[in-house]
């Protein structure tokens, strides 16, 4: 047996080991042997330019122009980012550095959306993390690096994949300082996080622990460079849209003065004109908003935007319901004037696309539950009468074979 730190291993799985890292790397030789110049023009191939990446976005999420724009050129600007050393050695003096990404948009507008379609169509290692979690060091909670570690384990250990992924950071907006006054008591899971997070965010070598969870001295730690790492934080931040239109707003004093200019907090592009000082009264330090210098907005979704999610999507709501009810060999049809009900009626729960899947839930439970005591239903057609009043839906059956 051989000994090590805290494990001990034979002498044959140390053979076997070692002929499965020399297969591995003739392998990987035959792959890549044609040499370097191919294998450049096989990683530019599998790049996706941000036209390709906001077509894929498409698919899956309606709107938000924006943000997709956003987010697909800085993928892309982090896939350059990390291959730099293979070209334009013309150009060795010139550092690249990443550009972080904050989403801003009120809930249900699709920044989650936007961050699991980017993991479901990139080829580096992708995590979501949740700030709401985090606390500062040595308080109960999860620590700040616990993030990395979500991404060790999206990359199976790689530390060399990880280290070139994408983080996502949701609820970044609940780490916001409580108050700017002075108090006794320290602020763990609000400005004590901004700040552990400034240098992670920034690029730093972070000590990770291989099984996630706290820290503590008798453990080996992996040793992570979050300088290639690209961060994407979200967040809604309730209450942002009436600091921006205070700061838009013009009252006027006196008889020779110009008409008031006033910015309604209720507009669903109010936070297209967001500004670093807004970010800063709300409770962002200045170093958090510096290490995020591309704010993408979301805008709140219109009555097309919503009728849109629940039909043309890859993942439509209705287009679920019908897979489900094909499966039953049921097919199901919705009138027009059904849609628009169930538009109106989460238009007014104001939770965004959310509140359409609480409706359609609502609408479908009894239509569910009653359509398999009719074993010979060939259709089913949700009316507006269904949605709005409960109402049974019209059922066609089976015609009978001759």
Do not use: W
């Amino acid at each position: 047996m051989v000994a090590g730190p805290d494990v001990y291993i034979c002498d044959r799985c140390i053979n076997d080991a070692a002929g499965i890292v020399r297969s591995d790397i003739a392998s990987y030789q035959s792959t890549v042997g044609s040499g370097r110049g191919s294998s450049r023009r096989g990683t530019a191939h599998r790049r996706l330019t941000p036209h390709e990446s906001k077509c894929s976005l498409d698919e899956y999420v309606i709107g938000q122009e924006r943000a997709k724009k956003a987010l697909s050129v800085a993928v892309y600007n982090h896939y350059k980012r990390i291959d730099a050393e293979d070209y334009l050695h013309d150009y060795d003096e010139v550092e690249l550095e990443k550009s972080n990404i904050m989403l801003i948009g009120p809930t249900g507008t699709g920044k989650t959306l936007l961050a699991r379609t980017l993991a479901r169509i990139l080829d580096v290692p992708f995590s979501i993390s949740d700030a709401t979690a985090l606390t500062e060091a040595g308080y109960v909670g999860e620590d700040v690096e616990s993030i990395l570690a979500h991404l060790l384990h999206a990359a199976d250990f790689n530390v060399e994949r990880a280290e070139r992924g994408i983080i996502y950071i949701d609820e970044i907006d609940k780490v916001a300082r409580k108050s700017d006054n002075a108090s006794i008591t320290r602020d763990v899971s609000g400005e004590g996080v901004q700040q552990a997070l400034l240098k992670i965010l920034e690029g730093t070598v972070a000590g990770v622990p291989p099984k996630g969870g706290r820290k503590h001295p008798e453990q080996s730690l992996i040793n992570i460079d979050t300088s290639n790492i690209l961060f994407i934080c979200g967040g809604a931040f309730d209450g942002l849209e009436e600091l921006i239109a205070h700061r838009m707003s013009t009252n006027s004093i006196g008889f020779l003065t110009h008409s008031q200019k006033k910015m309604d907090k209720k507009d669903p592009s109010i936070f297209k004109h967001v500004e670093p000082d807004d970010l800063l009264r709300f409770g962002l330090i200045p170093e958090l908003i510096g290490r995020l210098p591309v704010i993408a907005s979301l805008d709140g979704l219109s009555d097309e935007a919503m009728r849109s999610i629940l039909t043309k999507p890859k993942n439509a709501l209705i287009k679920q319901y019908q897979k489900l009810f094909a499966m039953d060999g049921i097919e199901l049809i919705f009138d027009e004037d059904a849609i628009d009900i169930v538009v109106n009626r989460a238009r007014n729960l104001g939770t965004g696309a959310r509140g359409l899947r609480s409706v359609m839930e609502d609408t479908m439970l009894e239509v569910m539950f009653d359509i398999h005591a009719h074993p010979d239903v060939h259709s089913c057609r949700i009316t507006a009468a269904t949605v709005k009043l409960g109402e049974h839906p019209i059922l066609e059956k089976r015609r009978a074979s001759a």
